[in-house]
T-cell receptor, first 113, second 110 residues
Framework: ETGVTQTPRHLVMGMTNKKSLKCEQHLGHNAMYWYKQSAKKPLELMFVYNFKEQTENNSVPSRFSPECPNSSHLFLHLHTLQPEDSALYLC????????????FGEGSWLTVV | SQQGEEDPQALSIQEGENATMNCSYKTSINNLQWYRQNSGRGLVHLILIRSNEREKHSGRLRVTLDTSKKSSSLLITASRAADTASYFCATVEYGNKLVFGAGTILRVKS
């Protein structure tokens, strides 16, 4: 238990569906992240939020839409995804600033059919 | 863009042996971190070494950093079957943007 909780753990969705991934951190952190982990590829940073403001969008397609309503919650809204978007999506949190440990959730396995 | 690159890609050893994994990176960094990931699970932070540090220890883990060669190594001593996992290095150039390498898959045989 790292203090970062992701739901759902597994999700299967069709290409025309709309779904959301949820992340909640109980560590009092003020920065949250979404990472994508595909088979045989390094973890890819998708989005960074510092103090609820998006500070990094790593050229992510618009079919992925993040939302950070407060420092403890982060969502990833999914719409009209492609099969190649199937991956493990990892949420993480940390204190904002350089040199702080980043804590990861267990991830949400997404399969797009 | 990928920053850290681990070597080897896969490593298989016997229980009790030491495991050494290496990481190389391209740009100046503020710190370098090592993470572990059990199959299909989230990443667990192991150790952080800052650019002005050369070596750190944590239990059976020893990390070195050579900024002149832009490389780091992770040594796990007296390995156990439970150490079987993927190990990733990640670098921080500035702020809190962590960039990961492709990882080393470690298998410890009992």
């Amino acid at each position: 238990e790292t203090g970062v909780t992701q739901t759902p753990r597994h999700l299967v969705m069709g290409m025309t569906n709309k779904k959301s991934l949820k992340c909640e951190q109980h560590l009092g952190h003020n920065a949250m992240y979404w990472y994508k982990q595909s088979a045989k590829k390094p973890l890819e940073l998708m989005f960074v939020y510092n103090f609820k403001e998006q500070t990094e969008n790593n050229s992510v397609p618009s079919r992925f839409s993040p939302e950070c309503p407060n420092s403890s919650h982060l969502f990833l809204h999914l719409h009209t995804l492609q099969p190649e978007d199937s991956a493990l999506y990892l949420c993480a949190s940390s204190q904002e600033g350089t040199g702080n440990t980043i804590y990861f959730g267990e991830g949400s396995w997404l399969t797009v059919v | 863009s990928q920053q850290g690159e681990e070597d080897p890609q896969a490593l298989s050893i016997q229980e009790g042996e030491n495991a050494t994994m290496n990481c190389s990176y391209k740009t100046s960094i503020n710190n370098l971190q090592w993470y572990r990931q059990n199959s299909g699970r989230g990443l667990v932070h192991l150790i952080l070494i800052r650019s002005n540090e050369r070596e750190k220890h944590s239990g059976r883990l020893r990390v070195t950093l050579d900024t002149s060669k832009k490389s780091s190594s992770l040594l796990i001593t007296a390995s156990r079957a439970a150490d079987t996992a993927s190990y990733f290095c990640a670098t921080v150039e500035y702020g809190n943007k962590l960039v990961f390498g492709a990882g080393t898959i470690l298998r410890v045989k009992s």
